[in-house]
């Protein structure tokens, strides 16, 4: 059963954290061959569902400790058509895994939310094309009719929302916003960005925030950032402009470097956790609205609880006090 569908908590003054960077961690640090980064297929690999199981738990665990709410994204990034066929799946076993993955989410919700530490689940949807550097690029019209069977199989589990991560062009953001629409899910669209703050497409955030909000009447629940370091656009969204208010979260990457240099490394660059929750802190200190704090790529439990050191509830009233 969804919990919160009609009701998103993370849109109060409360702070959320999320997971780090699920595939990095799976690859870099436990070692699971992840073709395409296609974490998905851990649940048909006999200790891939246990590796996602206690991987969840981690920050479940976290939530409860800090007294925070939680958003978990499945692991399904590269559970839609084209990435799916890569893997050798059609669409009737991808509408199974994609159940599979809530379902997954739902034991760590039941081990682990509590009221003070809610824990609302999100289908994972990720790009047609590369993350990184948009190819094919779609009309509004592709992009909806692509991504509707993944929405949909959403829609019938107990996620919560449905989260587009790594977009690059807002035709795909638009296309996605309307198919969630279509299936009555609440949805939140995450923009990356590269060094200078700018969509890979060299469009700024701005521009394809006002795009999207206005070919959808504002549908998207909010605006996220992923997959970048708060180095890359903390002086793009430092600012009062109103369509700043609309980003209410961030999955940064631990590695300051671009993505090119990323797509480049044969090594995982884990950044500095210390460092990464600090800036989080300064971030929310200039933009109060920030609600959703998290990592990507390079990211794992250590940054992720540096974040929750400086936004805890309980630590600030201790602090405070």
């Known amino acids: 059963m969804a919990y919160y569908r009609h009701q998103l908590p993370q849109l109060s003054d409360n702070v959320f954290m999320t997971d780090g960077g699920l595939e990095t961690v799976l690859l870099f640090q436990q070692g699971w061959d992840l073709p395409d980064f296609a974490a998905f297929t851990l649940l048909d690999r006999p200790l891939g569902t246990e590796a996602l199981h206690n991987y969840f738990n981690i920050y479940g665990e976290l939530a409860q400790t800090y007294k925070m709410g939680l958003v978990l994204d499945s692991p399904t990034w590269r559970a839609n058509a084209d990435w799916g066929r890569r893997q050798g799946y059609g669409a009737a076993a991808l509408a199974d895994i994609n159940r599979r993955a809530i379902a997954l989410l739902q034991i760590t919700r039941n081990t682990y939310a509590t009221p003070e530490s809610p824990i609302v689940i999100s289908g994972c949807i990720g790009p047609r094309g590369d993350g990184y550097s948009p190819d094919n690029l779609m009309t509004i019209a592709e992009a909806e009719q692509y991504h509707q069977a993944q929405i ?170």
Not at 182 to 195: L, Y
Not at 217 to 231: E, G, K, R, T, V
Not at 269 to 293: A, I, T
Not at 300 to 310: F, G, L, S, W
Request: proline share 5%.
């Open 152 to 321: 949909n199989t959403f829609r019938d589990t107990a996620a919560d929302l449905v989260s587009a991560f790594t977009i690059t062009y807002p035709q795909e953001a638009i296309g996605i916003a309307r198919a969630a629409q279509k299936a009555q899910m609440p949805v939140v669209i995450a923009f990356t960005v590269e060094t200078n703050g700018k969509l890979p497409t060299d469009m700024s955030l701005e521009e394809a925030i006002y795009i999207v909000d206005q070919a959808t009447d504002s549908y998207p629940a909010y605006y996220m950032i992923n997959c970048a370091h708060p180095i890359h656009f903390d002086r793009v969204i430092l600012n009062q402009d109103p369509w700043v208010e609309r980003i209410r979260g961030i999955r940064a990457n631990a590695s300051m470097m671009s993505h090119a240099e990323l797509d480049e490394s044969e090594t995982l660059d884990e950044g500095n956790p210390q460092d990464l929750g600090e800036r989080f802190y300064k971030l929310k200190q200039q933009l109060p609205h920030l609600s959703v704090l998290g990592g990507c790529c390079g990211t794992d439990h250590r940054h992720i609880e540096a974040i929750c050191q400086t936004h805890s509830p309980v630590l600030v009233n201790q602090v405070a006090s």
